[in-house]
């Protein structure tokens, strides 16, 4: 039986139970829990031993049930998927759990109705998937950075993106102006111990677009005919180690740091960053232009949380038109919990919906209230 099958079962023995959303705690975990029991839901966080800490010891009123694991990946353990049945869970996708369960995991073995994502667009967020998120984003006519296939076609500033060797959520990107300097900044991130000659292989180069970046955060509804079809909850910026430290400096203080790689290891985030209301369309456009290609992509398509991350640059056909590049995708939670408190779109979908929105997540949690009231769960899971 295919896992939609058995999702599609399970959903109908949760008819008159209360559900419990299900937490994956990292990335996303307290922001998670903090939104679910603002709404009233039962909440049932999976911590792995070890890394527990923060939401047993420092937050445990966010979380009425801990299921502790030696490893994340033993949520696929039949026994454990039968404790989250039993609790008529909805399981919120994140990053890590993409990371650390597997996609062949989440696709094939984990038979727990999963909520605010589609569980079959989390691996297009890898770069080498064949139907990943560069291959959705042309499909959709959005803006991306130019593509350099190799280094030796490398003829301007790029930046190259390479898996970490060490942290399966982390990249280590470098810079290069020049297929000589590529090889340079290369073997000093191999002799360091970053990256790998098969991480390297992989990497994406892209021409590094010289504007403001914006992550622009949205959720897509499944109750379309209730809630509308998509909405915009606002923008934020990444924080980076070590990348922060340098920009912190002059740059005649920067060119006195000898030996020191710089690093883009995400460390935290950056509300309150708003765009002119005059451009502001050109990111609503691009939004539901990969809504929509991935509806035929992937069915049902994109579901809750994502994000498009991009920055603001000159066209390469205009130099006087604006437009917004998009160099990567969060076709889920995004995990930006600055965005609630420091957006201006929250007051505004308070305002379109008759409620208060304090934070993105409460969206999914409106729309799981609908859908139990009108019998309709079956819409806004996979």
Request: glycine residues 8%.
């Amino acid at each position: 039986m295919s896992i939609s099958k058995k999702i599609a079962e399970i959903i109908e023995e949760y008819k008159g139970k209360e559900v419990t959303i299900g937490i994956f705690c990292s990335h996303t975990g307290k922001q998670i829990g903090m939104s679910a029991k603002s709404w009233g839901f039962r909440t049932v966080a999976v911590c792995e031993k070890g890394r527990e800490k923060l939401y047993t010891k420092y937050n445990p009123w966010l979380y009425d049930k801990f299921i502790l694991l030696d490893h994340f990946k033993d949520m696929l353990d039949t026994k454990v998927q039968e404790k989250f049945r039993e609790m008529s869970t909805l399981f919120i996708a994140n990053r890590s759990f993409a990371a650390y369960v597997g996609y062949d995991g989440i696709e094939k073995e984990f038979e727990v109705p999963i909520v605010c994502c589609n569980r079959f667009l989390l691996r297009a967020e890898e770069r080498g998937y064949e139907k990943g998120q560069y291959y959705l984003l042309q499909k959709a006519g959005v803006p991306t950075p130019k593509h350099f296939p190799s280094p030796e076609k490398i003829d301007r500033f790029v930046i190259v993106k390479v898996q970490s060797a060490r942290n399966p959520l982390e990249r280590e990107n470098f810079y290069a102006d020049s297929p000589e300097n590529f090889y340079e900044e290369a073997e000093k991130k191999l002799r360091s111990g970053t990256i790998t000659e098969e991480g390297l292989k992989k990497a994406r180069i892209e021409e590094y677009i010289l504007g403001p970046k914006f992550n622009a955060n949205f959720h897509c509804f499944g109750l379309k005919d209730v809630f509308g079809d998509f909405a915009f909850v606002g923008f934020s910026d990444r924080i980076q180690v070590n990348l922060q430290g340098f920009l912190d400096l002059p740059a005649r203080e920067q060119l006195k740091i000898k030996n020191v790689l710089v690093k883009n290891v995400e460390i935290g985030h950056r509300g309150g960053i708003t765009m002119r209301e005059s451009r502001e369309p050109m990111v609503y456009e691009s939004a539901e232009r990969l809504i929509r290609v991935c509806e035929r992509e992937f069915p049902p398509g994109i579901r809750g949380s994502f994000s498009l991350q991009g920055a603001v640059g000159f066209s390469p056909e205009d130099n006087e038109k604006e437009e917004f590049f998009v160099f990567d995708t969060s076709l889920r939670v995004p995990g930006d919990p600055g965005i609630g408190p420091t957006s201006p779109e929250m007051r505004n979908l308070g305002l379109r919906y008759g409620i208060k929105i304090e934070d993105p997540l409460d969206l999914i949690m409106m729309e799981i209230k609908k859908a139990l009231a009108e019998d309709r769960l079956s819409e806004i899971i996979t």
